[in-house]
């Protein structure tokens, strides 16, 4: 088949030093005729995608990211899912990010459009963006890294060259106008206004991209600012240590074999069959059907993935500090979400007891001081007071009054 032969040719001559040149020139090629309108709609000239004889289809996730790449690999991936002669979907993954436009909404779709069983084989880098998607792809399906690819840098950054020196010395003046209400526009990052700008978005960008591989790779924020690198990258064996892949494989051939292993009938009842062994009897079949142990851990991974998600859902329910602390130990205890949803709510329930009995405590103590105010309050006497001439003679005529009356 003419498309299995082209792919086939790239796959070897990207291991071909001496041909580099010409596959540079062939991916320029075809971004340039993308970007004329040439081959607009013509995804499968770049990113592969045609089906090998057993119904896997390759995506090639290479080079420098940009919105419209994330945007074709989008549709291409629709384009799949609704082609009956794909049974699956390998992702190759060789890229050190690209822009963050475009890139959340891309990831989005790739976590949770694909039904497909599919993969992800990272042959040389996944940084930045690129490892953003690989773990998108990943979930559902499993994340295999090549022992020599690099891994991580987790993060978003903006470069800003000040060329206004060399300008000046070529006699050339930059002067920006602003409409009347857009004087924050484009703040220039020379300014503090300008940087506290920037550094905030920088960090709204961070928060986003940092949520979605947590819920990825089914853990938390924190857990990706820990164990995630905060920005350095690793060799597939460290990564694997941190999480941030879930193989680590000597070629591409693994991450074949696990798609395989998803496409083929009859896994299902020979997993049921392996329910009553012993320990040692499950482990020799697992050896002996590499393909059942795929089957078995995409299983625990996809599960493991939603019982984490599902706690980290429960943030929201909690109304105390005691009530997240719960989830978090939940989360790393390996508790269900059923078991955890009791301890929150019991969690909550003592709490909403503690903040009455506070509010009763307050109310009685309130009451015991006014009491108590009123009780010590002393008596005090009507302070008479010094008699005016007026009343002198009043009282003296009315003496002379009753004593004549008397007589």
Wanted: contains cysteine; glycine residues 8%.
């Amino acid at each position: 088949m003419e498309g299995e032969d082209r792919y086939t040719d790239k796959i070897v001559l990207a291991c071909d030093r001496d041909k580099e040149a010409t596959i540079l020139k062939e991916v320029v090629d075809y971004e340039k005729s993308a970007r004329d309108g040439v081959r607009e709609n013509d995804f499968y000239s770049f990113w592969g995608g045609v089906p090998t004889k057993d119904g896997i289809a390759m995506l090639s996730v290479n080079d420098t990211l940009f919105r419209r790449m994330y945007k074709q690999l989008s549709a291409l991936v629709e384009q799949l899912e609704a082609d009956d002669s794909v049974k699956g979907i390998l992702f190759t993954v060789d890229s050190p990010g690209g822009m963050f436009s475009g890139a959340i909404p891309c990831a989005e779709m790739l976590a949770t459009q694909i039904s497909k069983p599919h993969a992800v084989y990272v042959g040389g880098l996944a940084c930045s963006a690129a490892y953003l998607l690989s773990s998108a792809i990943a979930v559902g399906g499993r994340l295999f890294a090549d022992k020599s690819s690099i891994i991580g840098s987790i993060g978003v950054e903006v470069s800003y060259l000040d060329m206004s020196g060399m300008l000046g010395k070529m006699g050339i003046t930059r002067r920006v106008f602003h409409s009347a209400h857009a004087g924050k526009k484009n703040l220039s990052p020379e300014t503090d206004e300008g940087k506290a700008n920037l550094q905030k978005e920088l960090d709204e960008d961070e928060d986003l991209f940092i949520d979605c591989i947590a819920r990825y790779r089914g853990t938390s924020k924190d857990g990706v600012y820990e164990k995630f690198g905060q920005g350095l990258t690793f060799h597939a064996a460290e990564a694997l240590e941190r999480g941030m892949v879930d193989q680590v494989c000597d070629g591409i051939e693994d991450a074949f074999d696990y798609i395989r292993a998803s496409v083929e009938d009859g896994g299902e009842e020979e997993l049921m069959d392996l329910k009553d062994m012993k320990t040692e009897e499950f482990q020799t079949a697992l050896q002996a059907r590499p393909d059942l142990k795929a089957s078995i851990v995409q299983e625990a991974v996809q599960a493991e993935r939603a019982r984490v998600a599902t706690l980290a859902s429960y943030k929201s329910l909690a109304q105390c500090a005691g009530a997240e602390t719960v989830i978090e130990n939940a989360i790393r205890d390996g508790q269900s979400p059923e078991e955890a949803l009791k301890g929150i709510i019991a969690e909550n329930n003592h709490a909403k007891e503690l903040a009455e009995k506070a509010k009763e405590d307050a109310s009685a103590s309130l009451s015991r001081s006014a009491a108590a105010a009123v009780a010590n309050t002393p008596v005090v006497s009507p302070i008479s007071q010094p008699k005016t001439e007026a009343d002198i003679i009043h009282e003296g005529m009315s003496a002379f009054f009753k004593k004549k009356e008397e007589n």
